[in-house]
């Protein structure tokens, strides 16, 4: 039984289709034509707009979509009952013959992942992506297996992986996010990211912000049997990666030094996803040169501090994908212009005390995306003068361009969820792009 039918749940359909699994996929929504016609093609049962409780509860095994939250009454009424739910990650392993690269964290882990899947790519390995970005691992291991494979994994994912382990693990930060789904308890979502390192041995390695202070205060309070590969911003690594005057420095076998300034992406918190992506490669004996140069080379991924056009002399910056706190202040310090910041959606418990300082050093104005702005309201208005309300990416676009100068810049930056308004960011992102476009 897989519940949803996106692009893990058709993917871990398919997998359990080739491997003669008798199959059936139900979704409390539409299923996208696209969907519809690969499941066909594979004889897969489907039911979409609602599930049949009979036929799920029958099931030997369920995979869960991570978009589907715990306290959906279906997941509540398959837990109370004892049935077996598994990600399509967890799925999918034991069916793989490739080892794994995995990559977790609150802000970061799509460009790292991206980052060391280009490195890898370009030095010639039979490489996957998949996870949160790329398409199905299980579906690339049904028709496909590739030796490596490179997986963001977001705690959601993480939750439902039992047996699971990777040969790489990556965590980039910990910061507030997704606290509705754990509590609003810091330490649950904590505990959910580390649960990458499980069933890891010495002979795997872990490769983490040694800066972080949620990452130190849990390593410091739980053992780990595992070899440690840290990286930082200030401070020396004999194994591992750091800054130092604006030099990044990799110390795996031998060392490799380049400038920052020659780093495809710019600011602290792409140096130190760098960092985090170049010691994976030289994990993998990746030569140094070669690293260097996909360390420049790369392209970020869409929704992430995107340029998108510069309207008389005012730039447009699409950040969709920032959808908490820390992605938002690393997108505000990241800033050299007085900027118009338009911010919003759903709160996923966020503490707006954190962007206080940058929003008054940078923030000329703000422009609320969201239907309830309250406590944004209530946490800026001391800081800027003005706060405007909309309800929609045009009325946002325009309101930001009525209130910026030349030389300044309007950043999308919501530091929110945002299916209040929107499908999901990329919706809210292609939004933004297209309603900039129409100025």
């Not at 069916?95 to 995995?102: F, L, N, W």
């Not at 047996?163 to 507030?176: G, H, Y």
């Not at 309070?221 to 840290?230: I, R, T, W």
């Amino acid at each position: 039984m897989v519940l949803g039918a996106a692009e893990s749940g058709v993917g871990a359909a398919i997998l359990a289709a080739t491997k003669g699994m008798k199959v059936f996929v139900s979704d409390a929504g539409p299923i996208k034509d696209s969907a519809k016609i690969e499941l066909d093609r594979y004889a897969i049962d489907f039911e979409e707009h609602g599930h049949t409780l009979e036929r799920i509860m029958i099931a030997d095994q369920i995979v869960k979509s991570p978009g589907i939250p715990e306290s959906a009454h279906i997941i509540k009424t398959l837990r109370s009952a004892g049935v077996s739910i598994v990600s399509e990650i967890e799925f999918a392993k034991p069916y793989s013959k490739g080892k794994t690269i995995c990559i977790t964290g609150s802000n970061g882990k799509t460009t790292t992942t991206l980052w060391i899947y280009h490195i890898l790519k370009k030095a010639g390995f039979d490489v996957g992506l998949a996870g949160n970005v790329g398409f199905s691992y299980a579906k690339q291991v049904a028709l496909e297996d590739h030796a490596w494979y490179v997986l963001e994994l977001s705690s959601f994912q993480l939750d439902d992986m039992h047996d699971f382990k990777a040969d790489i693990a990556v965590l980039t930060n910990i910061s507030p996010d997704h606290l509705d789904r754990y509590e609003y308890k810091m330490e649950n979502y904590v505990a959910s990211k580390f649960r990458i390192l499980h069933h890891m041995t010495s002979s795997d390695f872990f490769i983490y912000n040694a800066d972080d202070p949620q990452i130190n205060q849990w390593m410091d309070s739980n053992k780990v049997d595992v070899s440690l590969a840290p990286f930082s911003a200030s401070r020396s690594q004999d194994f591992g990666g750091y800054l130092t005057n604006e030099q990044l420095i990799i110390n795996i076998k031998t060392t490799t030094t380049m400038s920052i300034h020659e780093l495809a992406l710019k600011g602290k918190h792409n140096a130190q996803n760098a960092l985090a992506a170049g010691i994976a490669a030289r994990l993998l004996d990746i030569r140094t040169d070669l690293v260097r140069e996909s360390l420049m080379d790369f392209e970020n991924v869409e929704h992430r501090l995107e340029f998108v056009a510069k309207v008389n002399g005012i730039e447009f910056i699409n950040d969709s994908k920032a959808t908490n706190i820390n992605a938002a202040w690393y997108a505000l310090e990241s800033m050299q212009n007085p900027t118009v910041w338009i911010v919003g959606g759903v709160d996923k418990g966020n503490d707006y005390s954190e962007l206080e300082a940058l929003v008054k050093a940078k923030v000329k104005a703000i422009v609320c995306l969201g239907l309830d702005n309250a406590k944004i309201k209530e946490a800026f208005a001391g800081f800027v003068e003005q706060i405007i309300e909309t309800n929609s990416a045009d009325d946002a676009v325009l309101a930001a361009y009525q209130l910026a100068s030349k030389d300044e810049t309007v950043l999308l930056s919501p530091a929110c969820a945002s299916f209040d308004l929107f499908k999901n960011y990329e919706d809210r992102g292609n939004q933004f792009k297209q309603a900039v476009r129409r100025l």
